[in-house]
């Protein structure tokens, strides 16, 4: 397993910081609207 290469684990890297921040943006997004009242956007 040691011969991944620094460009992948880069590229792993980046994919899981984005989805993370994904993650991060959905939940507050999604709080944030539940304390504002916004329920008919999430259905």
């Known amino acids: ?3 991944i290469s620094k460009k992948k ?3 792993i890297a980046i994919i899981t910081i ?3 921040l994904c ?3 959905i939940i507050l ?3 944030g609207a ?3 009242g916004y329920h008919h956007f999430y259905g």
């Open 9 to 11: 684990k880069i590229i």
């Open 18 to 20: 984005a989805i993370i």
């Open 34 to 36: 539940l304390s504002k």
């Open 23 to 25: 993650i991060i943006g």
């Open 1 to 3: 397993m040691n011969k």
């Open 29 to 31: 997004g999604f709080f």
